[in-house]
């Protein structure tokens, strides 16, 4: 490692890894020969605890498998001659077959500064919204969601308030696993609070079943139902808070005549449909009935769903009805996977985003931020979000693609599709910093990027706090900043003067203006406000603490909870009740393919294990992916623990030692999404889920798909 032996100070930054966003305080050991991870006490979101893989973080940090150099056609390169190739081969595709031939898939592992530079290349001055990011696999049901009810996407919550409710609801989370330090946090109020309950709605036993005083294990895809039968319930019982219903929400009448009509009030047809004991879902409805301080914490069992955004707009249907927003231990809280998936939505990463929060069905906002960008060529519409995109790959349309710090070829659904598509491409441009991935295996031109503590700039955690990640070892070899890749190949393109910046802060003090550049009432309100940073100096950049947007001169130090007032962002500031209607899982078990796949993370392994897996002692928690199989699943099979199992579904098959898992409901299996085929010849899942997305965020049902299995 090249480090800075003379700095023996611990180096304050963030952790890579999940969306609770923890402080790492880099401490040097031997003179800066090496660095341990300890936890950053100062930090909101984890007061100095860290989980073990944050932990372990200064284990990771040795060279092996890096990519050092940039490399065409697998042919070392100068960085002159890669930045000159990258921008030939965009402005040939371009004049030959137009903007939308381009596209951009980046990556929540990417700074805010790296994503807004991005973002204004692609949309401003290449003149498409071919810009999508794998935060579009992770929480995009939950943006959309938020969007309907509030007018924006803005989590209403802090870290806080799941200390100080007296109900937590944990719907699709396995927060034990996913979101470790909060799930201590969870833990460490519990025990304070001997009185707090705990529900844990999850088709499977997870670690998070041991904080919880009741587990749903609902069937899949019935979380809606279950929620629409929660609101018939509170309405019946009385429960509603009709004083913020008439003041500050609308849509109550039509959100609840369609719960009453799907959900029904006879409690014995409800939790038979949702699969539960009618027992256990009333204790539940009672409890949340008579515990105004409630949070409802979801993650990817909601947002990964063809009806995702439904899902999500059940839930926060519920806290409307009963006033539990703004307050203190209250509020609907989806929480991301990634450490920026919230930066760069910030930005506009995603393909149906513009900039800043403001979006392209707003035609004043399209022309403000082109003005702001001096942008010559302009995206009007949105672009193609992640599946649309690699389809569109696959069709020869788009030809040529530019992938950031991310591996489709493992996470994408129907990943075999997804390689396919990028074998035949015209172009292919991926940025990481290893050599050797699936997607870089597709690649004409690698360039080598800095990674995690190499790198400096901004991330925004699961609870809005902006922290900042700092350099602690210099970048090896010819790797570079993201940004400075991308600005290098703007600037070869042509456009030097917009892409000029020479340090992150120069690109985060634009990203603040562009906040709120003539906030000037055309939007009522802008959601995503940092105009109390305009005079924000770079030793302060430097030094910038942890703090939640928005900030402004209402709120000059960030604001924790939002919404307190019962202002949304909507036109007429009122909060949307929104009509569900339950829908199924797209895929339905058949005698073909008898079982439901459900997938996720393991505790001590991260995405594609680029990291993780250099570490052994991550490694000692699970080696290999595993398939969970209920024990009477297994014996029917003729499996036991340990033996080969064969998982196919109508895309592939790939080979897995069986888990035997009593926690599981019959005829429903569960694997890792970490194994590559670098690392485990036989483990790519994600190359037997399809591709059906919720049609309105475009969220992958990654948590169900139908397969078969058998003996090896
Ligand atoms: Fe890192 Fe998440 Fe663990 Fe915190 S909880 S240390 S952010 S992996």
Redesign the pocket.
């Known amino acids: 490692i090249a480090s800075r032996p003379n700095e023996l100070a611990p180096v304050k930054t963030?952790?890579p890894?999940?969306?609770?966003?923890?402080g790492?305080a880099m401490q040097p050991k031997s003179g800066g020969e090496s660095w341990q991870a300890l936890g950053d006490a100062s930090h909101p979101?984890?007061f100095g605890k860290?989980?073990v893989?944050?932990?372990a973080l200064g284990e990771t940090l040795d060279l092996t498998g890096r990519l050092l150099e940039p490399k065409i056609n697998g042919q070392a390169v100068s960085v002159e001659q890669a930045c000159q190739a990258v921008a030939e081969g965009l402005s040939r595709v371009i004049e030959q077959h137009g903007p939308d031939a381009v596209a951009f898939y980046v990556s929540g592992q990417l700074l805010t500064e790296d994503y807004y530079v991005a973002n204004k290349l692609i949309k401003g001055f290449i003149g498409t919204a071919n810009i999508d990011t794998n935060s579009r696999l992770c929480m995009a049901s939950a943006v959309v969601g938020y969007k309907r009810a509030f007018g924006a996407d803005a989590v209403p919550c802090s870290y806080e308030d799941l200390e100080q409710a007296d109900l937590l609801v944990l719907v699709g989370s396995n927060a034990a696993w996913a979101?470790?330090?909060?799930y201590q946090r969870m833990a460490q109020a519990k025990r304070e609070q001997p009185d707090k309950k705990v529900v844990v709605i999850d088709p499977r036993r997870t670690a998070s079943c041991d904080l919880a005083d009741l587990h749903l294990a609902i069937k899949p895809g019935t979380d809606a139902l279950l929620f629409n039968g929660l609101l018939a319930y509170l309405a019946k019982h009385n429960h509603l808070d009709a004083e913020f219903i008439i003041e500050h929400t609308e849509g109550l009448v039509l959100a609840l005549d369609q719960a009453e009509q799907t959900a029904g009030h006879d409690l014995t047809q409800l939790a038979q449909s949702c699969g539960v004991d009618e027992a256990d879902l009333t204790q539940f409805f009672d409890w949340f009935a008579n515990r105004p301080r409630t949070v409802s914490f979801y993650s990817q069992g909601v947002n990964q769903s063809t009806s995702g955004v439904d899902k999500s707009n059940a839930i926060i249907n519920v806290h409307l009805a009963t006033g539990r927003i703004g307050k203190l231990g209250a509020g609907p809280f989806s929480i991301t996977g990634q450490?920026n998936a919230m930066g760069g939505r910030e930005v506009g990463g995603l393909a149906n985003q513009l900039a800043a929060h403001m979006d392209f069905h707003q035609p004043e906002a399209i022309e403000r931020v082109a003005r702001f960008w001096r942008a010559p060529k302009m995206a009007q519409q949105n672009g193609l979000k992640a599946v649309e995109m690699f389809e569109a790959v696959h069709r020869g349309e788009i030809k040529a693609i530019w992938i950031m710090h991310t591996n489709p070829v493992v996470s994408m659904p129907d990943a075999d599709f997804v390689r396919e598509a990028l074998q035949a491409c015209e172009l292919v441009i991926v940025s990481d910093n290893m050599a050797d991935t699936d997607t870089t295996r597709c690649a004409n031109i690698l360039l080598p990027a800095a990674s995690w503590g190499e790198k400096d700039g901004t991330v925004t955690n699961s609870d809005r706090h902006i922290s900042r990640q700092r350099a602690f070892c210099k970048a090896p070899g010819l790797a570079q900043a993201d940004w400075w890749w991308i600005c290098q190949v703007a600037q070869e393109m042509g456009f030097a003067e917009a892409f000029n910046y020479q340090t992150p802060y120069q690109i985060f003090m634009e990203h603040v203006a562009l906040s709120a550049f003539e906030n000037d009432g055309v939007i009522s309100r802008r959601d995503f406000d940092l105009s109390g940073l305009f005079s924000l100096s770079e030793q302060a950049y430097q030094q910038f603490a942890p703090t939640p947007w928005p900030v402004n001169a209402q709120h000059p130090h960030g604001q924790a909870r939002l919404f307190a007032d019962g202002q949304f962002f909507t036109a007429n500031r009122r909060a949307k009740l929104i009509p569900i209607t339950p829908q199924s899982p797209k895929e339905k078990p058949s005698p073909d393919y008898p079982f439901v796949l459900n997938t996720g993370r393991y505790r001590d392994q991260?995405h594609s294990m680029t990291r993780t897996a250099k570490t052994p002692r991550l490694l000692q928690h699970r080696d290999e992916p595993r398939l969970s199989l209920h024990p009477d699943d297994a014996k029917s099979l003729g499996l036991a623990q340990g033996d080969l199992a064969k998982v196919s579904s109508r895309l592939g098959q790939v080979m897995m030692p069986v888990e035997l898992d009593a926690g599981l409901v019959k005829g429903q299996v569960f694997a890792p999404i970490h194994w590559t085929g670098v690392y485990a010849k036989h483990g790519r899942i994600d190359s037997l889920i399809p591709s059906h997305t919720d049609p309105l965020s475009g969220q992958p049902e990654s948590k169900h798909a139908v397969v078969n299995i058998q003996v090896w």
């Open positions: 963030t952790c890894y999940c969306g609770v966003g923890c790492v979101a984890n860290l989980c893989k944050g932990s979101h470790p330090i909060l450490p991260w």
